[in-house]
């Protein structure tokens, strides 16, 4: 089992930054993917940026620019770094671990970005 745990959301002004923090703990495996998602009510979870083992990276159009997501496996957690935010980045975030058949989320964190 992994436990994933989100930190760092919070109330920011547009054009504000914050980074996100998705610490992993308990069985932990080297390969894995790891990919920051957000939700907002009414709407389906959609993927914000990914990151392989091999440092590959892939992002939604609409955050390209903007946000950077990284990894450092030594700490065993991931990063969104979030710049230039607007107020429809305002949403949920979620962490997602995948490692072969095992997926796991951690519990997410509020971002809202408003005046």
């Known amino acids: 089992q992994v436990q994933l745990v989100e930190s760092g959301g919070g109330l920011v002004q547009p054009g504000g930054s914050l980074r996100l923090s998705c610490a992993a703990s308990?069985?932990?495996?080297?390969?894995?993917?790891m990919g920051w998602y957000r939700q907002t009510p009414g709407k389906q979870r959609e993927l914000v940026a990914s990151?392989?083992?091999?440092?590959?990276?892939n992002y939604a159009d609409s955050v390209k620019g903007r946000f950077t997501i990284s990894r450092d496996d030594a700490k065993n957690t991931a990063y969104l770094q979030m710049n230039s935010l607007k107020p429809e980045d305002t949403a949920v975030y979620y962490c997602?671990?995948?490692?072969?058949?095992?997926?796991?989320w951690g519990q997410g964190t509020q971002v809202t970005v408003s005046s």
């Open positions: 997602r671990r995948t490692s072969g058949p095992d997926d796991y």
């Open positions: 990151i392989a083992n091999t440092g590959h990276t």
């Open positions: 308990g069985s932990i495996f080297a390969i894995y993917v």
